[in-house]
């Protein structure tokens, strides 16, 4: 266990390092974040200008937790790139497995996920003039911890396409991250969504984690809350166990028939 937690750190301190070779604090701070939060602020100002101050609040609350799940999933682009500098046959030959590096790989998205979504926490609604019921908007904060780690397990999962393939990784993100801030209740809530689709979109992060977040805004029975936080861990341990079967699946079949550095 110790091995492998010091594969997953010098992961993290890998992604990191990528990092900084592109952003600095400030085009990260002015650049990157900053376009996030105009993001969630142009779709909040939509639900404003149809006049109804709730429609207002459900679309701030649900576009800035859906920052978290937004971010996590560009765990795509990092693992994508293991393959594409040639480093992938090398992680298949580590002594201590590849799957640590795997599911670590792109922790650093996490991070910055969770910070974009706080500062869009603190800050928007009452910029906006939609002030959050705190100290209630603090209890929330856990749950969006969480619809991070299940997001990230999601983008795991997904990344094993991009491995898959070459030249599909930013297809890939875009539809990954595309789906559940369409159809996962940012902006219109799930019943106005077929009940076919609707039962598809169970499977999917942020869907659950989501509502436990409004429902702690709206003062919903704690029981109900904490269903919904169980039934997202549910699904995120899904999609963890999906990446590493995918994982698992992709190196073995490389070993054997040496195409570990090809995308066939």
């Given at each position: 266990?110790?091995?492998?937690?010091?594969?997953v750190w010098q992961a993290v301190i890998l992604g990191f390092a990528e990092m900084r070779r592109v952003y600095t604090w400030k085009t990260w701070t002015f650049g990157w974040l900053m376009r996030l939060l105009c993001q969630v602020t142009f779709y909040a100002l939509l639900g404003s200008y149809l006049g109804d101050p709730h429609l207002m609040r459900y679309v701030l609350v649900g576009n800035t937790v859906g920052l978290a799940c937004?971010?996590?999933?560009?765990?795509?682009?990092?693992?994508?790139?293991?393959?594409?500098?040639?480093?992938?046959?090398?992680?298949?030959?580590?002594?201590?497995?590849?799957?640590?590096?795997?599911l670590g790989r792109g922790l650093q998205w996490t991070t910055t996920g969770l910070i974009s979504s706080m500062v869009g926490w603190t800050v928007l609604p009452p910029l906006?003039?939609?002030?959050?019921?705190?100290?209630?908007?603090?209890?929330?904060?856990?749950?969006?911890?969480l619809v991070v780690i299940s997001s990230y397990g999601y983008g795991c999962a997904l990344a094993g396409v991009a491995l898959r393939l070459r030249g599909v990784e930013w297809l890939v993100l875009n539809v990954a991250y595309g789906i559940v801030l369409t159809f996962g209740g940012t902006n219109v809530p799930l019943s106005f969504w077929p009940a076919p689709l609707r039962a598809v979109l169970e499977f999917l992060p942020l869907v659950h984690g989501l509502q436990a977040v409004r429902g702690i805004l709206d003062g919903a029975p704690v029981g109900h809350v904490f269903g919904l936080i169980g039934i997202e861990a549910l699904v995120g341990a899904g999609w963890y166990l999906v990446a590493w079967l995918s994982m698992d699946r992709l190196v073995s079949v490389g070993r054997r028939t040496g195409t570990l550095d090809y995308a066939g």
């Open positions: 266990m110790r091995d492998v937690l010091r594969i937004l971010e996590s999933t560009i765990v795509v682009i990092s693992l994508a790139g293991e393959r594409a500098m040639g480093t992938l046959p090398l992680l298949a030959i580590a002594p201590a497995g590849h799957l640590p590096v795997y906006l003039g939609v002030p959050l019921p705190w100290p209630r908007a603090a209890y929330a904060i856990p749950v969006i911890v």
